[in-house]
């Protein structure tokens, strides 16, 4: 499956932006969409993460209750709501989606095996 992100800007600290992510198809067995973020000289973190078949959502700990996930499944196109930015939240910022008939968690990057180009937030201050 090829995933195209976009979205992603340059927004002052307390802003909002929302990334989308489109997927070309729906395949069986892909039960999730992801998040992730790189920051410069940093690790890919996760984010957060939708599974389409119950509507479950998960947050790393540092977006809970400022970033939310949703999706459109007639679009195959998630979503990534993103309010009261902070600087430390400047990344590259990738969707994914889980490997097919994936059952462990879904917070590891190796969870994912189709990643998107990226897009890049920048959060002033």
């Known amino acids: 499956v090829q995933l195209q992100a976009s979205g992603g800007g340059l927004v002052q600290a307390g802003g909002s932006l929302r990334l989308s992510c489109a997927a070309s198809?729906?395949?069986?067995?892909?039960?999730?969409m992801g998040w992730f973020r790189q920051a410069p000289g940093e690790d890919r973190v996760f984010v957060a993460a939708l599974h389409w078949n119950f509507g479950t959502t998960y947050y790393g700990n540092s977006v809970k209750g400022r970033f939310t996930i949703s999706g459109d499944s007639a679009k195959n196109t998630v979503y990534l709501q993103m309010s009261s930015l902070k600087p430390e939240d400047t990344a590259v910022y990738y969707c994914?989606?889980?490997?097919?008939?994936?059952?462990?968690?879904?917070?590891?990057?190796?969870?994912?095996?189709?990643w998107g180009q990226g897009t890049l937030v920048t959060v002033s201050s």
């Open positions: 994914a989606a889980v490997r097919p008939f994936w059952s462990g968690n879904y917070y590891r990057a190796s969870a994912y095996d189709s």
């Open positions: 198809a729906r395949t069986v067995g892909r039960n999730a």
